[in-house]
């Protein structure tokens, strides 16, 4: 399993990182969290195609 890397979102809050990535990914890539190294599921897709996920221990956005 790869590890994760940190979002750079523009607030690093939920609301903003739902808004960033608005469409939900069926195939989820499952990375480890870069912070807390638990299981974090990529399950949010961009626009411009970006997968990203949520960590809940860290309260921040990961991506691959």
Known sequence: M????WLVPRNPNREVFEK???LF???A??????GC????RLGRK????RVGGWCPKC???VGA
């Open 37 to 40: 190294r638990s299981v974090v």
């Open 46 to 49: 961009s626009p411009n195609g």
């Open 2 to 5: 790869l590890e994760g890397k």
């Open 20 to 22: 960033d990535y608005p």
């Open 29 to 34: 890539l499952q990375v480890y969290c870069p």
């Open 25 to 27: 990914d069926p195939s």
């Open 59 to 61: 309260n921040r956005g």
